[in-house]
C-alpha cells in the first residue's frame, strides 16, 4: 500500500517526466486504487503521459476502469476519445455489462463505440446483444458495426441472426456478407442465395465471391439454378464460384445435361474482363476438355505482354492449360498469326507438348523466323523434339550463326551420346560438323561443343582429339586434352604427361584437370601433377592447389603437397592452400594454420579462420576465442563466423 500511496502522489506532480513515470510504476505495480487518476491523465497534453497511462490501465483492468472509461466515449476530444475506445477493446470483457449498457444509449456514435468493442471481447455473451442491435437498431451504421463484431467474434451462434439481416440495406449487407464469409456455417448458404434475386449486382457478387470462398458443395445446386435468369457480370462470377468449389474432376460429375450448358456459360465468361473469373474459367474448362476453348483462350494472349513480369507468370499457366487441352490446330494457328504474343504463347504450350506432333509444327515455323524467336522455339524444341529428329539440329550446326541456336543444337545432339549416328540414317556423320565448332569465334559455344564432342565419345571423337593434341594451337591442346581426360585418362597418360610440360599455362592447367578431376588421383598422376608446384606461372599453380583441395584423395596423401602450397611466394597460391585445408578438414593442419594467423596479408589471416572453422575441434575452439580477446575488429568477425558455423555443426551432429 505504501508504494502505492507513494504513485498516486507522484501522480498529482505537474512535472510531466514524474507524472509519466509515476503512470508507468502504477500498472507495473498494480496498483488499482490509481485508475481514476491514471484515466484522467489521458487527457494530459504530454504525449508520453498519456502514453504511459493508456499502458498501465490496460495492464490494471477490471470493472473500476471499464465503468470510469465509459463516459470518455461522449468526449469531443477524439484523440481521447480514441483512447478510450482502443482500451476498453481490450478489458471491456471485464464488465461487459456496462458495455451491453451502451447498445440501448440515444447517442448513435455511442452504440456504434459500443458495438465495435464487443466486436473485441471474445466473449459469447456479446452475441445476442449485438444480434439485437442487427436487426432492430434503427441507425444503418450501428447494425453495419454490429454485424462487422459478430464476424470478428466469429461464433457460429451469430449465423442466424446474420442470416436474417442479409436484406438490410446495401451497406448493412456488404458486412453481414463478410461475417457470414468468417463464421461459414452451412445454414447460410441458403440465405445467401435466396438473397441473390433482390440484391444490386454488387451486393449479389460478393454473395458469389463469398460462397466460393466458403467451398461447401452445398452451394452448388443452388448456384446453378441463379445462372439462367442472372444477368451476365453475376452469371460469370456464379460460375467463377462453382468452378472454385467443385475444383478438380468434380465437374465432371455434374448431369450431362448441367455439363453441356455449363460448358456455354464457361465459354461466355472467358470475356468477362476479371483476370480471376478468366482464370477459374479456364480451369474449368481443362477439367471439361472443352477444346473449343483453345481459340479463346489464346485470344486472351492480346492482353498480356511476354516480356513483362507481371504477366509471365499467367502466360505459363494459360500455356498449361492450352497444352492440357491439347489443340493442335489452334495452336498451328496462332504460331503463324505473326502477333507476337500469340506466339510466344503458342510456343510456351506446344513446349509442354513433347511428340511428333509438336516438334513438327516448331520445326516448320522456325525457318525464316527472326532470331529472338528462333531462339524461343530452339528451346522448346529441345524440350519436344524426339531422337529421330536429330538430322535438323546437325543441319543448324551449319546453316545457323546464332550463338545460342549453336549451344540447343549441340546440347540435343549431345544427349543422344554415342547412339548419335543410328538417328541420322544415311546423312554424313555429324561428329565433323561437331567437332569443326571446336573453333567457333564464341568461348561458350567451343565449351558446349567439347561437351557434345565427349558425351558422344566413339572411337572417331578420340582419334581427332589425338589428332588436336598436337595442332601449333595452344587454345586447341587444350580442349584436345580435356575431351580425352574425359574419354579414357589410362590410354592417355602420355599425353597428360607431355601436356604438364607444355609450353602454354592454359594447356598445363587443362592437363592438371584431366589428370586430377577427371582421371582420379592415383599414384601414378600424382607423381606427375606434384611437380607443378614448382611451376614458374602462378595460375598453374593456383589451379593445381584447388584442385586438390576439392578432389576425393582415397588412394594418396596430397596434404603434405597443399601444406607445401602454405610457403608459396603468391598469396593468392597461399588463400587457395588454406582454402583447400579447410574443405578437407586436416585436422593435423591446425597448427600450420594457426601461424598464419598472424599474416601480414589480411586476406590469409579471414580465410585461415574460415579454414579452422571448418576443420573444428576443442584446439581450434580454443585458438578462435584467443582471437575474440584481440583488438582486431575483422579478426574478431571472422572468429565469431567461424565459432558460429562450429556450433551449428556441433548441434547437427547430436
Known amino acids: 500500500m505504501t508504494d502505492c500511496l507513494e504513485i498516486m502522489r507522484r501522480l498529482q506532480d505537474p512535472d510531466p517526466e514524474i507524472l509519466r513515470e509515476a503512470a508507468q510504476d502504477a500498472g507495473d505495480c498494480d496498483c488499482s486504487e490509481a485508475v481514476p487518476m491514471l484515466i484522467a491523465l489521458l487527457k494530459h497534453k504530454n504525449l508520453g503521459v498519456q502514453e504511459a497511462a493508456e499502458i498501465s490501465l490496460r495492464?490494471?483492468?477490471?470493472?473500476?476502469?471499464?465503468?470510469?472509461?465509459?463516459?470518455?466515449?461522449?468526449?469531443?476530444?477524439?484523440?481521447?476519445?480514441?483512447?478510450?475506445?482502443?482500451?476498453?477493446?481490450?478489458?471491456?470483457?471485464?464488465?461487459?455489462?456496462?458495455?451491453?449498457?451502451?447498445?440501448?444509449?440515444?447517442?448513435?456514435?455511442?452504440?456504434i463505440f459500443a458495438a465495435n468493442i464487443l466486436g473485441s471481447t471474445a466473449n459469447i455473451l456479446a452475441v445476442p446483444n449485438l444480434c439485437q442491435a442487427l436487426l432492430q437498431d434503427p441507425e444503418v451504421n450501428v447494425r453495419y458495426q454490429a454485424a462487422v463484431s459478430l464476424g470478428n467474434l466469429s461464433f457460429v451462434e451469430a449465423a442466424n441472426c446474420l442470416n436474417q439481416a442479409i436484406n438490410d440495406e446495401e451497406w448493412v449487407q456488404f458486412s453481414v456478407i463478410e461475417a457470414l464469409l468468417k463464421i461459414r456455417s452451412e445454414s447460410s448458404i441458403n440465405a445467401l442465395i435466396k438473397a441473390m434475386p433482390d440484391s444490386s449486382d454488387l451486393v449479389s457478387s460478393m454473395i458469389a465471391d463469398a460462397l466460393a470462398e466458403m467451398g461447401n458443395i452445398k452451394a452448388v445446386p443452388l448456384l446453378l439454378k441463379r445462372l439462367k435468369s442472372s444477368p451476365k457480370a453475376l452469371r460469370n462470377k456464379i460460375v467463377k464460384a462453382v468452378v472454385q468449389i467443385m475444383g478438380g474432376r468434380g465437374l465432371?460429375?455434374?448431369?450431362?445435361?448441367?455439363?453441356?450448358?455449363?460448358?456455354?456459360?464457361?465459354?461466355?465468361?472467358?470475356?468477362?474482363?476479371?483476370?480471376?473469373?478468366?482464370?477459374?474459367?479456364?480451369?474449368?474448362?481443362?477439367?471439361?476438355?472443352?477444346?473449343?476453348?483453345?481459340?479463346?483462350?489464346?485470344?486472351?494472349?492480346?492482353?498480356?505482354?511476354?516480356?513483362?513480369?507481371?504477366?509471365?507468370?499467367?502466360?505459363?499457366?494459360?500455356?498449361?492449360?492450352?497444352?492440357?487441352?491439347?489443340?493442335?490446330p489452334a495452336l498451328e494457328t496462332a504460331l503463324h498469326s505473326g502477333k507476337p504474343a500469340r506466339i510466344d504463347l503458342a510456343v510456351r504450350a506446344l513446349r509442354l507438348l513433347p511428340g511428333a506432333q509438336a516438334a513438327s509444327l516448331l520445326m516448320h515455323f522456325f525457318k525464316g523466323q527472326e532470331r529472338n524467336l528462333q531462339r524461343l522455339v530452339i528451346d522448346a524444341l529441345i524440350q519436344v523434339a524426339e531422337d529421330k529428329d536429330a538430322s535438323f539440329f546437325v543441319d543448324l550446326l551449319t546453316s545457323h550463326n546464332d550463338g545460342h541456336v549453336l549451344k540447343q543444337s549441340l546440347r540435343f545432339l549431345g544427349h543422344l551420346g554415342e547412339h548419335l549416328d543410328a538417328h541420322l540414317g544415311p546423312q554424313p556423320k555429324a561428329a565433323d560438323k561437331i567437332f569443326a565448332l571446336l573453333d567457333h569465334p564464341y568461348p561458350d559455344?567451343?565449351?558446349?561443343?567439347?561437351?557434345?564432342?565427349?558425351?558422344?565419345?566413339?572411337?572417331?571423337?578420340?582419334?581427332?582429339?589425338?589428332?588436336?593434341?598436337?595442332?601449333?594451337d595452344p587454345a586447341k591442346r587444350t580442349m584436345a586434352l580435356l575431351g580425352l581426360g574425359n574419354l579414357g585418362c589410362a590410354d592417355h597418360l602420355d599425353l597428360i604427361r607431355q601436356g604438364l610440360e607444355d609450353e602454354s599455362p592454359e594447356v598445363r592447367k587443362a592437363a592438371l584437370e584431366a589428370g586430377i578431376k577427371l582421371c582420379g588421383l592415383t599414384e601414378e598422376v600424382f607423381a606427375l601433377i606434384s611437380q607443378r608446384l614448382r611451376d614458374e606461372d602462378r595460375d598453374v599453380r593456383l589451379t593445381l592447389v584447388s584442385l586438390l583441395g576439392e578432389c576425393n584423395c582415397n588412394l594418396v596423401d596430397v596434404v603434405p603437397i597443399i601444406k607445401t602450397a602454405l610457403t608459396d611466394v603468391s598469396d593468392w597460391v597461399r588463400v587457395r592452400a588454406v582454402e583447400a585445408l579447410g574443405n578437407l578438414r586436416v585436422v593435423d593442419a591446425v597448427p600450420d594454420l594457426a601461424a598464419m594467423l598472424q599474416d601480414e596479408n589480411r586476406l590469409i589471416s579471414i580465410k585461415t579462420m574460415w579454414a579452422l572453422g571448418r576443420i573444428g575441434g576443442p584446439a581450434v575452439f580454443q585458438i578462435l576465442m584467443d582471437v575474440l580477446n584481440t583488438d582486431d575488429p575483422e579478426l574478431i568477425s571472422a572468429a565469431e563466423e567461424a565459432l558460429e558455423y562450429l556450433q551449428k555443426r556441433e548441434e547437427e551432429q547430436t
Do not use: W
Open 59 to 111: 495492464q490494471l483492468g477490471g470493472a473500476q476502469a471499464v465503468q470510469q472509461l465509459v463516459p470518455l466515449l461522449r468526449t469531443e476530444d477524439a484523440q481521447v476519445r480514441n483512447l478510450a475506445i482502443d482500451i476498453l477493446c481490450q478489458i471491456g470483457d471485464q464488465d461487459i455489462g456496462s458495455i451491453f449498457n451502451l447498445l440501448r444509449d440515444d447517442d448513435v456514435d455511442v452504440r
Open 252 to 328: 465432371t460429375l455434374l448431369p450431362t445435361l448441367e455439363q453441356a450448358n455449363f460448358k456455354e456459360y464457361l465459354l461466355a465468361a472467358l470475356s468477362d474482363e476479371d483476370e480471376d473469373i478468366q482464370d477459374q474459367v479456364i480451369s474449368g474448362l481443362v477439367i471439361m476438355n472443352v477444346v473449343e476453348a483453345a481459340e479463346p483462350i489464346i485470344n486472351l494472349a492480346d492482353t498480356l505482354d511476354p516480356d513483362e513480369d507481371q504477366h509471365h507468370d499467367r502466360l505459363n499457366r494459360i500455356a498449361k492449360a492450352l497444352a492440357d487441352l491439347g489443340s493442335m
Open 445 to 472: 559455344v567451343r565449351k558446349t561443343a567439347l561437351e557434345t564432342c565427349i558425351a558422344i565419345g566413339d572411337q572417331s571423337m578420340m582419334d581427332k582429339f589425338q589428332h588436336m593434341a598436337s595442332s601449333p
